[in-house]
């Protein structure tokens, strides 16, 4: 977490309720809040899974369990193994590409899918990304609701303990990290976590999604750029961490290269906003 300057709060400091944001003092969301009608405001747990049929039965069991949650969706990114099947027995809603596309594609599936089934005279759903390799601790991400219903941020991050057997040398992390900050002024905690809840209005305004694992470095410079406010929560989540070995280090090689190239696009649409004016 960021240290404070003397000046008082900065970006990314804990505020008053203990959450890091990147906004202060007294973080405003600019979604509308959702009308305090007679409805409560649901959310919909959007999965995208390649290959979890030995996780995602509990991932989803977990997201279902989740207060708020009325929808469980998974995506099945198109899987080798018989995700989509555990999946449904499980009690999910089950959508599936017939190839597999990266995960921001398995996103905005994912978000279209929901908002088929939002209807007009409720407010749309918040939506809740969860990966499909958190098993049992995916009910932990239920923290990340309560900053977005309350209208604090717009979008609310998890943030991870330390990891059993993770390998990474925070390269990828270190230069996503680093790129966000320059561009937006913040400088999160754990740039690339990938479950975030956040409003149907924020995910609008973060589409087109960087392609494949530049997708959480693009939504956060997006929707801050927009003036759109984050929030980093402590959540207690264990996921498959990527070790040491080459599928490890090809892994990560991927999610570098997929940063630059969201990071790459959006230095040239600064640049380009600098000089029109339409930053
Ligand atoms: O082509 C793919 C590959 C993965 N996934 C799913 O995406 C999620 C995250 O993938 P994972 O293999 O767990 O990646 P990690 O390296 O653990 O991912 C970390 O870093 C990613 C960004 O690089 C973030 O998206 C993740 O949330 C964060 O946990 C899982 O549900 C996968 O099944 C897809 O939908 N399509
Ligand atoms: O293992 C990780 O945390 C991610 O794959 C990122 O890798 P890094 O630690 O090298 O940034």
């Not at 000046?7 to 405003?28: E, F, H, I, K, Q």
């Not at 049929?53 to 509990?58: D, K, L, T, V």
């Not at 089934?117 to 239920?142: P, Q, W, Y």
Request: proline share 7%; hydrophobic share 40%.
């Amino acid at each position: 977490m960021n240290a404070q300057s003397s000046d008082g709060p900065v970006p990314g400091s804990p505020d008053a309720a203990g959450y890091a944001t990147s906004s202060v003092p007294d973080p405003v969301a600019k979604s509308p809040r959702p009308p305090a009608g007679r409805h409560r405001q649901r959310v919909a747990a959007i999965i995208p899974a390649k290959d979890e049929s030995r996780r995602i039965a509990e991932t989803v069991r977990a997201a279902r369990a989740i207060p708020h949650v009325d929808l469980v969706l998974v995506v099945d990114d198109g899987s080798d193994d018989n995700t989509q099947d555990v999946a449904r027995e499980a009690g999910a809603v089950v959508v599936r590409h017939s190839h597999n596309r990266g995960k921001a594609a398995a996103m905005e599936t994912g978000a279209a899918v929901v908002g088929m089934r939002d209807v007009a005279d409720r407010a749309a759903r918040l939506l809740l990304f969860i990966d499909g390799d958190l098993s049992g601790s995916a009910v932990n991400t239920a923290p990340l609701i309560a900053p977005v219903l309350e209208g604090v941020a717009d979008i609310a991050i998890a943030l991870l303990p330390p990891q059993p057997g993770a390998g990474g040398r925070g390269i990828v992390v270190g230069a996503a990290r680093r790129g966000i900050h320059r561009l937006t002024g913040w400088t999160p905690t754990q740039p690339l976590s990938g479950m975030r809840c956040m409003t149907r209005q924020a995910f609008e305004a973060a589409t087109p999604l960087a392609r494949g694992w530049g997708v959480e470095t693009g939504m956060t410079i997006d929707l801050l750029r927009q003036g759109y406010v984050a929030v980093e929560v402590p959540c207690d989540l264990r996921h498959r961490a990527s070790g040491t070995d080459l599928k490890g280090q090809m892994h990560r090689a991927a999610q570098y290269r997929d940063v630059q190239m969201a990071l790459a696009a959006r230095r040239t649409r600064a640049a380009v906003g600098a000089v029109t004016g339409r930053g």
